[in-house]
């Protein structure tokens, strides 16, 4: 091993992972623990993003400390966490839990009996962090902790709902999961009381007798072997069998311990390598640290890695040296003083959380101020696996001006101890610190020893705030600290100190100083305050083009944040009697803490009146392998031994000629290849989903930033990624279109894509006295990235000297890529053969851009004849793979006074980026379902898709219906406040009725939209609801409820015809298993389950008995994209069809003996010479459209559907919480309930991402701090899901009972993409909400509101006091359209 000093250890390097011990080799400190454990081929751990913000990645480390005698559990991102900074711990991952040879880990069952897996990408995360909470404690965990613990994963398809049920049971409140009856397996769950006085086991999260030793709270001196062991039901020690407390949760053997052997080991001094020579040393003593620091003066430290991390590795920053001080005592330990806390720089922040905790606790209210304020600002501070690693002094000492707790540490009067090489400390104010951007007084050969905290006087209050995009693991937009301390002056109260800091508006923390000096000696009373809103606008100022944008919206979020310390020290000081103020009860609503209770949910359908497989809620068929991280996706297919990696080469400007490539250094790295572009593709550069107006490789211009203009292989995917950052281009650049709205200025369109569709006489109704009243509006809405977990990644290769060509992708359409690949390798399709096993997760992001990365990847392979992996990083997926489309609408509607609508105009634009792909069809959708449910007698709907030079948008969840039908949201709702009528009585007025005819001539039949209406009116029982809203809104002037309802039409079908057909080939073996192959791609959705329901139906077999094991084009050949969410209607029809045609042929046998069972007949079958193999075909009947006339039936059925929502906003802020959500789908008679109902609440929240949380944000006119053409939302850190914490408090999804459905399979409807539309509820009662407190201002009536409703949008539509010093009433916050 290396040395430095002759300071080295003696011993290798160790860790243990799942019970195996490990020497760690000495030159991998450049490498990640993920890249450690997956390079061990334990690939059940995830890559999602890189960067700490998905939880794909999530592990748990163990390890002893001797400081606090106790062994600590923690749930951490092994893709941020340093390979070396786990030596010496035990690492256990998703394998080491539970597996289908092992039996499942409780855990693990119950998630997937509990429908809480669907792609099963993120679902290894999730199992992994509830492990570790329930190992990490000492109790069973409240329902809320779970939630909170969750908040560093995230999950795009299933809604959160059934994971926090899954989990649910393992929180004190719900004994059910302790008993053999639980977890039945079905969406229903018994309940079984625990008997009174036992315990539940913090490990395992059962019934046990151990007392609370199971972990932690033990010396280093008492036998290891007895120690941090789970512990079974009889309260043994160890090795013990977790049996079988949930039903069929049949693991069998021991649940792993922790290595003795790292009990006794000494935590050694470390110096090792890694790439390009990168020293790594971790100190094991404070001497040891200063003596590097010496040696060293411009090393690293690092303790979480958390910020140097993304440092390396996004912002390509390279450290040559790296200090560890995760193991020096003095800057772990923790002081509590009589004058306050001494907190040790390398302490984590959930050990700063616990002892914060404590002092609480432990010390007298007033002295806790700022503790408490720490404890919420904590709360939400990133994830759980975040504040599992980061540091106080990574936090501090990276100094940004975003840090939650910077503002704190200064408003409370910290200090900041140092320490130079040497030895020697210095204290230095917190105020002092931060001296400009991410520049901090300390020389460079000093380090952040430790930081005190003050404890508070009496009438000194300390608070924290925090504004982000999303509440959870988020970083803010604004946050700032407060403090004020009070004194008796001529019997009254004024102010003594007083700080105000803000984060967020500037390089560093702000003070308000000019502030701080006014209230001097001030009284607390209302005219102060008055006068404080103008000196807070001299001391913070946060210019127009300021880096994050929001200019005005960070300037209102100051003013609030101050008005809202000012009340809570008001009624603090009344508290006390020290005060009597004038404000009116209703503002106590400003001061409010926030407050979620666990979420609760039901799920209602109607139980299949059947004995077959069909209609029962069976499992997802892979839940059980995606729980144990046993489910294979493509990325995690053992590398062939001659495999090579690939990164690609991307355009840098938005649109450019290329004047040179040199790629002459790309020769200088080790393992490096190849580098090939356009002149090296052996077939077509031309490529494209519909026309080929695209380029594999860029030639002479670039028309995007991230367009691929080549592709390099090395033997690493590191060595790939550093050779091409070698890759020099130059450019002449060229003037670029960048929004919809630049495009119409300059009339830049794709060709040949306008569409228009006429029923009536538009003109001729606004110029006839029918319409009482006619308005025009503009109607804006963002993009949204799919963020599907698994990112997109295909691995090629050849065969037989090169003559054949297979892959395995992750895609919605193998047979694209097998398409693309044959063109461009100028080779016949029937020597391209592509698999997909499984998806982690697609909503349309891989029905074409996936083609891409297989076409490019195959070039390569096939010159080279060596397989070739390409998977795109989180970052570059995003950048270039496109997103739903941004759509422009606009609109002239004419109605009577009653509401009723007689007329509308209007022209909708969506932004096609810079190659067509599916956006033609995307808009025709738009077009189809503009109308949404109201019939609208005069109606003209003219589209047109537009040219920008950014990636080109795609297919997505919805594929434009949403769109089109928020638009008629829009507008309806703007009737309704011009009428001062409830929208949903302007709803109800207009809707479509049995066999009305559509603006393109199809009519509305078995229209259960009224059903679905009535029914979520009754379910959430609407009347009383907007009342009690009312009434709230009367009580509460800083916080408003609103409400709104919504329906929805989504027609079924591909739009375009020839798509509509789906092939599939069932093989029955003689042992009477059933292979059934069809041309779906199972991406979470169910669709192989659901087919191999409908397959064991019509044999009439068990489930067990039909497997599907994947796709291939070379079992049935062109297959459509798995999208339009008719694949169950479709392949479940061809799997029929192919069943019956081998029914057929065995029907004979069959009548000579009818009491064989299946496997003897098929048997039988075998030796009377009958083909037990068949292909099965369908073609959706009657469906046709013509654009020429406008006229047709492109719509084999309607899935129709409501939604209830109520929301209640803080209008300070823009935060804003879902209380309820009602939902009723008209799915026919469902093929598995919950696998629909998985689907409708998954794809709820995924819309309500898009309507009020998922903002995509482009270097544009409107974003002029981001680079033209440039993405700043490129990966979780800046592009906020939805989490568990935003799904409503209350969820309620109901079937729609006895409402079959003649035109599809076994009465079914089609479910994958209807119900994303109906979270536009949200953003309704969002909207009304608003209205609310709009109208306290004196503003009424209609106003705008652009889609996606986030925080900054709410906020500044609010319109208050506090707004207007920095926007009018009527400001439209800017979008990336
Ligand atoms: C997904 C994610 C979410 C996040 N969310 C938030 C959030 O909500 N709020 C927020 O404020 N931040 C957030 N961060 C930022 C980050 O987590 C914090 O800044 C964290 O506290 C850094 O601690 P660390 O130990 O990981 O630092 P490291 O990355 O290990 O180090 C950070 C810096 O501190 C220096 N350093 C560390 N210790 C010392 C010392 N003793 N003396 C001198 N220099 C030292 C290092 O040299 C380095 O420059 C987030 C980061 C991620 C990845
Ligand atoms: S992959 Fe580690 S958090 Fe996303
Ligand atoms: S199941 Fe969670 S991301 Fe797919």
């Known amino acids: 091993m290396g040395s430095l000093g002759g300071l080295a250890a003696d011993a290798p390097p160790i860790l243990y992972v799942n019970g195996k011990r490990r020497i760690l080799p000495l030159d991998i400190a450049h490498q990640t623990l993920l890249e450690y454990l997956r390079g061990l081929g334990l690939t059940g751990t995830k890559l999602g993003c890189g960067e700490g913000g998905c939880g794909a990645c999530t592990v748990m480390i163990s390890h002893f400390d001797p400081h606090q005698k106790s062994l600590i559990h923690r749930a951490v991102n092994a893709c941020l966490t340093p390979v070396y900074s786990v030596e010496g711990m035990h690492v256990i991952t998703i394998e080491g839990i539970g597996n289908s040879q092992r039996g499942l880990h409780p855990i693990q069952e119950s998630l997937a009996t509990q429908h809480g897996s669907q792609c099963g990408f993120c679902t290894p995360g999730f199992v992994m962090?509830?492990?570790?909470?329930?190992?990490?404690?000492?109790?069973?965990?409240?329902?809320?902790?779970?939630?909170?613990?969750?908040?560093?994963?995230?999950?795009?398809?299933?809604?959160?709902?059934?994971?926090?049920?899954?989990?649910?049971?393992?929180?004190?409140?719900?004994?059910?999961?302790?008993?053999?009856?639980?977890?039945?397996?079905?969406?229903?769950?018994?309940?079984?009381?625990?008997?009174?006085?036992?315990?539940?086991?913090?490990?395992?999260?059962?019934?046990?007798?151990?007392?609370?030793?199971?972990?932690?709270?033990f010396s280093s001196t008492e036998n290891p072997e007895s120690q941090g062991h789970l512990c079974d039901s009889n309260g043994k020690a160890q090795g013990q069998s977790l049996g079988t407390d949930i039903k069929n949760a049949s693991k069998t053997d021991s649940e792993l311990i922790f290595p003795p052997e790292l009990f006794s080991r000494t935590p050694q001094y470390l110096s090792l390598y890694g790439r390009d020579g990168i020293l790594w040393f971790r100190p094991a003593n404070l001497k040891d640290l200063l003596g590097l620091k010496h040696a060293h003066p411009d090393a690293k430290l690092i303790v979480g890695n958390t910020e140097v991390g993304i440092e390396t590795r996004f912002k390509k920053v390279v450290y040559p040296v790296l200090i560890s001080t995760t193991h020096v005592a003095e800057f772990n330990a923790i002081n509590v003083r009589d004058d306050g806390v001494e907190i040790g720089s390398s302490v984590t922040l959930s050990r700063l959380l616990d002892v914060m905790r404590e002092c609480m606790r432990e010390r007298p209210a007033h002295e806790t101020s700022a503790c408490a304020a720490f404890i919420e600002q904590l709360r939400w501070f990133a994830g759980a696996q975040i504040r599992n690693v980061a540091s106080v002094g990574g936090n501090i000492c990276?100094?940004?001006?975003?840090?939650?707790?910077?503002?704190?540490?200064?408003?409370?009067?910290?200090?900041?101890?140092?320490?130079?090489?040497?030895?020697?400390?210095?204290?230095?104010?917190?105020?002092?610190?931060?001296?400009?951007?991410?520049?901090?007084?300390?020389?460079?050969?000093?380090?952040?020893?430790?930081?005190?905290?003050?404890?508070?006087?009496?009438?000194?209050?300390?608070?924290?705030?925090?504004?982000?995009?999303?509440?959870?693991?988020?970083?803010?937009?604004?946050?700032?600290?407060?403090?004020?301390?009070?004194?008796?002056?001529?019997?009254?109260?004024?102010?003594?100190?007083?700080?105000?800091?803000?984060?967020?508006?500037?390089?560093?923390?702000?003070?308000?100083?000019?502030?701080?000096?006014?209230?001097?000696?001030?009284?607390?009373?209302?005219?102060?305050?008055?006068?404080?809103?103008?000196?807070?606008r001299e001391d913070i100022v946060i210019a127009e083009n300021a880096p994050g944008g929001m200019a005005e919206f960070r300037s209102s979020l100051v003013a609030s944040f101050f008005f809202k310390f000012f009340l809570l020290s008001s009624y603090k000081l009344e508290q006390q009697g020290k005060l009597v103020h004038n404000f009116p009860a209703t503002y106590k609503s400003a001061v409010a803490d926030y407050h979620k209770p666990p979420s609760r949910g039901s799920q209602s359908y109607q139980p299949s009146e059947t004995s077959t497989a069909v209609g029962q809620p069976t499992m997802h068929l892979s839940a059980r392998m995606q729980v144990t991280g046993e489910a294979e996706y493509t990325d995690d297919i053992l590398m062939p031994p001659s495999g090579l990696h690939a990164a690609l080469v991307l355009s840098t400007k938005p649109h450019a000629h290329i004047m040179s490539i040199d790629a002459s250094e790309t020769e200088m790295i080790a393992g490096f290849e190849g580098f090939f572009t356009a002149k090296d593709i052996p077939g077509g550069n031309d490529i494209g989903a519909i026309i080929a107006d695209e380029e594999l490789f860029a030639t002479n211009v670039v028309t995007c930033v991230g367009q691929a203009i080549g592709i390099v292989v090395a033997d690493t995917l590191e060595n790939a990624k550093a050779a091409a950052q070698k890759v020099k281009i130059e450019y002449e650049e060229l003037p670029a279109v960048l929004s919809i709205e630049d495009a119409l200025k300059v009339g830049s369109f794709h060709p040949g894509t306008e569409r228009l569709i006429q029923r009536g006489d538009v003109e001729a109704c606004f110029a006839s006295d029918d319409c009482d009243h006619i308005f025009e509006g503009t109607v804006r809405m963002g993009g949204q990235e799919h963020f599907y977990l698994e990112p997109n990644t295909s691995l090629v290769w050849t065969s037989d000297g090169g003559n054949e060509i297979f892959m395995a992708?992750?895609?919605?359409?193998?047979?694209?890529?097998?398409?693309?690949?044959?063109?461009?390798?100028?080779?016949?399709?029937?020597?391209?053969?592509?698999?997909?096993?499984?998806?982690?997760g697609g909503f349309g992001g891989k029905e074409t851009k996936s083609a891409f990365v297989a076409a490019a990847a195959a070039v390569p392979a096939y010159l080279l004849r060596k397989p070739v992996k390409l998977t795109l990083d989180r970052d570059i997926d995003m950048l270039i793979t496109g997103q739903r489309h941004p759509f422009l609408g606009k609109y002239k509607v004419g109605y009577t006074k009653e509401g009723k609508v007689l007329a509308l105009d209007l022209a909708i634009y969506n932004n096609g980026g810079n190659s067509l792909d599916l956006s033609h069809s995307v808009l025709d959708r738009a077009v189809f379902h503009s109308d949404n449910v109201y019939a609208i007698p005069n109606f003209r709907v003219f589209g047109r898709v537009c040219f920008t030079n950014l990636a080109s948008n795609t297919a997505f969840r919805g594929f434009g219906g949403p769109q089109g039908m928020i638009i008629a949201e829009n507008w309806i709702e703007r009737i309704a406040r011009s009428l001062n009528t409830p929208p949903e009585k302007i709803r109800e007025l207009n809707f479509q009725e049995e066999g009305y005819e559509l603006h393109y001539g199809q009519r509305v039949e078995h229209n259960t939209l009224h059903r679905v209406w009535d029914g979520v009116k009754e379910s959430c029982e609407f009347e009383k609801r907007r009342s009690l809203v009312e009434i709230f809104n009367e009580q509460h002037k800083w916080r408003k409820r609103g409400v709104a309802m919504v329906p929805t039409k989504f027609g079924i079908s591909f739009t375009a015809k020839f798509m509509n057909q789906a092939g599939a080939l069932v093989q029955v073996y003689t042992d009477g298993t059933v292979l059934v192959t069809h041309g779906g791609v199972e991406m979470g959705q169910g669709l192989h389950t659901k087919v191999a329901q409908i397959a064991a139906a019509s044999f009439g077999i068990p489930m067990s008995s039909v497997f599907i094991s994947e796709t291939s084009t070379d079992k049935v050949p062109n297959a459509s994209p798995t999208a339009a969410s008719a694949s169950s209607d479709m392949y479940g029809q061809a799997v029929l069809d192919a069943c019956e045609q081998i029914k057929s042929r065995m029907q004979p046998v069959k009548e000579e003996n009818s009491s064989l069972s299946f496997s003897k007949l098929a048997n039988a079958c075998h030796l009377e010479r009958i083909d037990l193999s068949a292909h099965g075909f369908y073609a959706t009947p009657d469906i046709n459209f013509d654009w020429v006339t406008g006229r047709g039936s492109p719509f084999s059925y309607f899935t129709f559907g409501a939604a209830f929502a109520e929301v209640e906003i803080d209008t300070l802020t823009g935060d804003f919480q879902i209380q309820r959500v009602d939902i009723v789908m008209d799915l026919g008679t469902s093929l598995n309930p919950a696998i629909d109902i998985g689907q409708i609440e998954g794809a709820f929240i995924q819309g309500l991402g898009w309507v009020a949380l998922e903002e995509v944000k482009w270097g544009d006119k409107e974003h002029l701090w981001v680079k033209p053409g440039h993405l700043f939302t490129q990966g979780p850190g800046t592009y906020k899901l939805p989490t568990a914490n935003d799904i409503p408090g209350e969820f309620h999804v109901s079937l729609l009972k006895d409402a079959p459905n003649i035109r599809a399979i076994h009465s079914s409807k089609a479910v994958g993409e209807p119900p994303l539309f109906l979270a536009s509820s949200v953003f309704f009662a969002i909207k009304d909400a608003i209205m609310s407190a709009r109208a306290e201002h004196g503003l009424h009536g209609f106003f705008v509101l652009d889609s996606p409703a986030t925080p900054e949008r709410i906020r500044m539509a609010c319109a208050d006091e506090f707004t207007k010093a920095f926007a009018a009433a009527d400001f439209r916050p800017k979008l990336s359209v």
């Open 129 to 217: 962090s509830m492990y570790a909470l329930l190992r990490s404690r000492k109790g069973p965990p409240t329902e809320e902790e779970i939630e909170e613990n969750l908040s560093g994963n995230l999950c795009r398809c299933t809604g959160y709902r059934p994971i926090l049920d899954a989990f649910r049971v393992f929180a004190k409140t719900d004994d059910s999961v302790y008993s053999n009856e639980a977890c039945n397996g079905t969406v229903a769950k018994k309940s079984v009381k625990v008997e009174k006085g036992t315990r539940i086991c913090p490990s395992t999260g059962r019934p046990c007798d151990c007392n609370g030793n199971s972990q932690g709270q």
């Open 398 to 536: 990276t100094a940004s001006p975003i840090s939650d707790l910077n503002p704190l540490w200064i408003a409370s009067k910290s200090l900041f101890k140092l320490i130079d090489n040497k030895g020697s400390m210095k204290e230095v104010k917190a105020a002092d610190f931060f001296v400009a951007y991410r520049k901090v007084a300390m020389d460079r050969n000093e380090l952040l020893y430790s930081v005190f905290l003050p404890w508070t006087r009496k009438f000194e209050y300390v608070k924290e705030f925090k504004q982000a995009h999303r509440r959870d693991d988020d970083i803010a937009l604004v946050n700032a600290g407060m403090r004020v301390f009070f004194t008796e002056r001529d019997g009254t109260l004024v102010v003594k100190e007083s700080t105000f800091v803000f984060g967020g508006v500037g390089p560093v923390p702000l003070s308000a100083k000019k502030t701080e000096a006014f209230l001097q000696d001030k009284e607390w009373k209302e005219e102060t305050l008055q006068n404080v809103r103008a000196t807070l």
């Open 809 to 840: 992708s992750s895609t919605q359409s193998p047979q694209k890529h097998q398409k693309y690949v044959a063109h461009v390798l100028g080779i016949p399709m029937s020597k391209v053969v592509c698999k997909t096993k499984r998806i982690g």
